[in-house]
């Protein structure tokens, strides 16, 4: 078997829906706020982040792949 590595760095900006979404579905479900308050729960988190800076998402991506000879 021939193993070869490769390393990606992605970069991007995002809004507060898609980074909230994000924090969603990092929580396990059973910690999760109910339904009815994750409106209050998100604007708590938006309330706690920089206003005059952009939300970035970096990304680091290691691969190992082996292929067959």
Do not use: N
Not at 15 to 25: A, C
């Amino acid at each position: 078997m021939e193993v070869s590595t490769g390393e990606a760095a992605i970069q991007d900006s995002v809004d507060f829906d898609r980074l909230i979404g994000g924090i969603y579905s990092a929580i396990p479900e059973d910690e999760l706020p109910a339904p009815e308050g994750r409106a209050a729960f998100a604007e708590h988190i938006r309330q706690s982040l920089p206003t005059d800076q952009p939300f970035t998402e970096q990304v680091r991506v290691s691969a190992f792949i082996g292929l067959p000879r």
